[in-house]
């Protein structure tokens, strides 16, 4: 591990944590969309 090597892995983080909230986000809209899109019926 290097001094130079430090800017990608912070990098790399960010990435990973941007790409699990996404994933988050996508999993848990639809499931509190879905009893609002029921009770409106």
Same mark, same amino acid.
């Given at each position: 591990m290097?001094? +130079?090597d430090?800017? *990608? ?7 990973? +944590?941007? %790409? *699990?909230?996404? %994933? *988050?986000?996508?999993?848990? %809209? ?7 899109? +029921?009770?409106?019926?």
């Open positions: 290097d001094v +130079r430090l800017p *990608a892995l912070l990098d790399c983080i960010r990435f990973v +944590r941007r %790409t *699990a909230v996404q %994933t *988050a986000v996508h999993l848990i %809209t639809p499931a509190s969309c879905s009893p609002c899109s +029921r009770a409106s019926r």
